[in-house]
T-cell receptor, first 115, second 116 residues
């Protein structure tokens, strides 16, 4: 089954404790992206990757890191989480990063709470 | 910068009624796509309908249709014969290409409740 998976689905952590949210897709997609969803703000892009070893900042990159060492994986790293990073996180992928392949496939979401 | 605005934070209708969700967007681009996504309580993002900006004909998917007014930069979603399963958060989104990379921008969302 073609899908985007995220782990963990739920995470409660404390301020300053490094964490990684994994994202994996099995569709051989080139483009991958991370979003955060907050009430009243919709989804906002954190980082995106056009292909292996190619990443770039989205609209709200502060406090986050990403890497793309393999095509299928795009982990989101919070080196020192803070309470304002409490949010619902989505990973998404698309066949290509160009507009021609506009449809993005979303993972199930990760609910992160930082206390 | 591209922006998407959904001016209705919440809406509520009775089952079988028709409901229209509003969306406006702002862009200087000519080539773009517009989408409506549904997010049920499971939190999964589900693509409901899409519209290519170069197409004048409004998109339709079963009970879901859009009213795309390009000059007014308006993209509303109409749900006919609403069902309890339509209860969800609905997001309007806009996709374009910025410096060779696709960019997806979301509105704030409208929480729709279908009452029995």
């Amino acid at each position: 089954e073609a899908q985007v998976t995220q782990n963990p689905r739920y995470l409660i952590t404390v301020t300053g404790k490094k964490l990684t949210v994994t994202c994996s897709q099995n569709m051989n997609h080139e483009y991958m992206s991370w979003y955060r969803q907050d009430p009243g703000l919709g989804l906002r892009q954190i980082y995106y990757s056009m292909n292996v070893e190619v990443t770039d900042k989205g609209d709200v990159p502060e406090g986050y890191k990403v890497s793309r060492k393999e095509k299928r994986n795009f982990p989101l790293i919070l080196e020192s989480p803070s309470p304002n990073q409490t949010s619902l996180y989505f990973c998404a992928s698309s066949l290509s990063g160009t507009l021609t392949y506009y449809e993005q496939y979303f993972g199930p979401g990760t609910r992160l709470t930082v206390t | 910068a591209q922006t998407v605005t959904q001016s209705q934070p919440e809406m509520s209708v009775q089952e079988a009624e028709t409901v229209t969700l509003s969306c406006t967007y702002d862009t200087s681009e000519n080539n773009y796509y517009l989408f409506w996504y549904k997010q049920p309580p499971s939190r999964q993002m589900i693509l409901v309908i899409r519209q290519e900006a170069y197409k004048q004909q409004n998109a339709t998917e079963n009970r879901f249709s859009v009213n795309f007014q390009k000059a007014a930069k308006s993209f509303s979603l109409k749900i006919s014969d609403s069902q309890l399963g339509d209860t969800a958060m609905y997001f309007c989104a806009f996709a374009t290409e910025i410096q060779g990379a696709q960019k997806l921008v979301f509105g704030q969302g409208t929480r729709l409740t279908i009452n029995p």
